[in-house]
């Protein structure tokens, strides 16, 4: 009963009766040869054979999850990919989902590890929160690989002549500008002490000295490359055009210029082939690449998404945050990248976020809920619509069709659920109410059906702008069709580098990865509803020549989070006899 139990104890509960990974990956038509265990219970995939042999086989439908504008304390988009994976598989379907591999800051601090929750999780929970099969550690050591490279180098060319690094070993000197760095090291926690640093403080032998930092390691644009790859030697060249710095003229120095984009691919061999683990009703479900979408694209990967569509007849994939950063970012860059088109979108809502959205003051993680939450609400509820019905209206613009999924708590009244029902119905969505996480699969039958039947429609997919459009053309349509903004003001460097980036032939073609923040359709997380009268303001733009992204930035963003008064490691311990980890969510 998840009313009664916290989510850990549900999962080591289910983890008493799950399959071995082998029997859900044969389940599924992977060949003994194409799986590679790491224990009984997880396994990765060899991407590259499935998809060689099933290189003819027509893809299953393709289904994204996304939300209404949620509140500080997420609005269960994980918990529902996982109850529809789970509605399907009940009904019988051939089903699969992808969700994103959790980060150890978010973890280990207020959020969670995002498997789920309640009777719609991803198991087993502990190597799923606690660094899975290492594809994190992959992506720390290739990452921070090239500041070792940067920060040696820049030593090396302090202490030799020209001719010394010649002799020595073949160098040319690449003259960096050590106040103009790109790049930071990252470790997979918040610690706010490390976003400001100073390295290299001892001798001339102990390293150049200069100004440093910290990001959290989901941020990486390495994290962001394994989630747009093709393969590995897509993989192998978009490393090698990571910008590290700028040498003393404003030139950017890359990864390949520090001869260094071949070792950090080298570590990220095995973090290419997606993770394979089970949902608690033992469907399976595939967890690659990382969750930090408000820099990156924070989607699943797609590799992971194009062996699950050859394998499944419906694959359930997940974008981070709501449908004005997640889904727009799924729509118009993580399938502009993979050429999959999508069927439907699943826009999730709570009645605790719509009632948020309608005047109810803003709940903060890890202290109680306010108690304008507790009981009915229905002018609340109602006047809350207005965000998910704008929502709606982004992913028709996209030309598929949109399910709501009610995501019911059990304190949610039947009248406030209604009024949801009305509206997202007159708005033109089909409507599902879901019980996934009090009742598992038994309680998505309703919304698995709509899912179904949504993919059953004809659908006319198409993208929001095309890449010959110029970029601050392209933000002004993404700022005035998918956040409501009336327009688009820019910072003096902001304008620059837009216009650089338009005269630029490289570049202008690369895609748009919007960054703002999640808690708001506006680029203030005060703003709930459906903001009016105001205009985006981006600040900076970054461009992520490895990635292939230009980063439009409203609003402040910081790489490194900071850990909270009350964080979850806390609550985390292992029982000394069984050796199983307590306290994980
Ligand atoms: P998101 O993916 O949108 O950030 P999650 O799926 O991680 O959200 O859910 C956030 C938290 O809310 C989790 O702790 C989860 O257990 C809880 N949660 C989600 N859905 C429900 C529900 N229907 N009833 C109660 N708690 C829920």
């Not at 900071?562 to 806390?570: I, L, M, V, W, Y």
Request: proline letters at 5%; one cysteine or more.
């Amino acid at each position: 009963d998840p009313t009664k139990n916290p989510d850990w104890k549900i999962a080591q509960a289910a983890e008493e009766f799950m399959k071995p990974i082998k029997e859900i990956a044969g389940d599924l038509g992977i060949t003994d040869d194409e799986l590679l265990l790491h224990g009984h219970y997880v396994a990765k995939v060899d991407y590259k054979k499935v998809l060689d042999r099933l290189k003819d086989k027509p893809d299953g439908k393709y289904v994204d999850v996304t939300a209404i504008t949620p509140t500080p304390l997420g609005e269960g988009k994980s918990t529902t990919t996982m109850g529809l994976v789970e509605g399907m598989g009940q009904r019988g379907m051939n089903v699969t989902a992808a969700i994103r591999q959790p980060s150890g800051g978010p973890t280990m601090n207020i959020k969670g590890s995002a498997a789920g929750g309640g009777l719609a999780q991803c198991i087993p929970l502990t190597p799923f929160s606690l660094g899975l099969t290492g594809d994190i550690n992959a992506i720390m050591n290739s990452h921070n690989l090239a500041m070792v490279a940067l920060n040696a180098r820049m030593q090396h060319e302090r202490n030799y002549t020209d001719e010394q690094l010649e002799r020595l070993s073949g160098m040319k000197r690449l003259n960096i500008d050590p106040t103009n760095v790109e790049m930071g090291f990252i470790i997979d926690y918040c610690c706010q002490a490390l976003r400001n640093i100073m390295i290299g403080m001892g001798g001339r032998a102990d390293g150049f000295t200069m100004q440093s930092r910290f990001g959290i390691a989901v941020s990486s644009e390495v994290m962001a490359i394994l989630a747009v790859a093709k393969d590995l030697k897509d993989m192998r060249e978009r490393i090698g055009k990571i910008v590290v710095a700028y040498d003393r003229t404003g030139k950017p120095i890359t990864t390949d210029d520090l001869q260094v984009g071949g070792a950090m691919t080298a570590w990220m061999v095995e973090a290419l082939n997606p993770n394979l683990l089970q949902s608690l009703e033992g469907q399976p479900v595939f967890v690659h690449a990382g969750p930090f979408a408000n820099i990156a694209i924070g989607q699943s990967s797609i590799l992971a998404d194009r062996v699950a569509l050859k394998l499944s007849d419906y694959h359930i994939t997940e974008s981070g945050f709501g449908a004005d950063i997640g889904f727009e970012k799924f729509w118009n860059l993580k399938c502009r990248y993979s050429g999959l088109k999508p069927n439907c979108a699943v826009v999730v809502a709570t009645i605790r976020a719509l009632k948020c959205h309608g005047g109810a003051p803003i709940p903060v993680p890890g202290k109680p809920m306010p108690e304008e939450y507790n009981g009915e609400n229905v002018g609340w509820v109602e006047e809350g619509c207005k965000n998910l019905i704008h929502h709606i209206e982004t992913v028709k613009k996209a030309g598929i069709n949109p399910v709501v999924c009610i995501n019911a708590f059990y304190t949610d009244t039947d009248n406030e659920i209604a009024a949801v029902r009305r509206l997202a119905e007159a708005a033109g969505a089909r409507v599902a109410l879901s019980r996934h996480w009090e009742y598992g699969g038994e309680g998505a039958l309703e919304f698995a059906d709509a899912v179904k039947d949504a993919c059953e429609e004809e659908n006319d997919f198409k993208f929001l702008y095309d890449l010959e459009l110029p970029l601050r053309d392209r933000i002004d349509k993404i700022a005035k069709e998918v956040y409501g903004a009336d327009g688009v003001d820019y910072s003096d460097t902001a304008l620059a580098k837009a216009k650089k980036i338009e005269a630029d032939p490289e570049l202008s073609k690369l895609g748009t990865c919007m960054v703002k923040t999640h808690l708001s359709l506006s680029d203030n997380p005060a703003l709930k509803g459906v903001p009016e009268g105001w205009r985006l303001f981006v600040r900076e733009i970054l461009t992520y020549g490895g990635a292939g992204f230009v980063v439009p930035v409203a609003g402040t963003i910081s790489l490194m989070p900071g850990t909270g008064s009350n964080p979850a490691f806390r609550r985390v311990d292992v029982d000394p006899e069984s050796g199983k980890v307590t306290g994980l969510f």
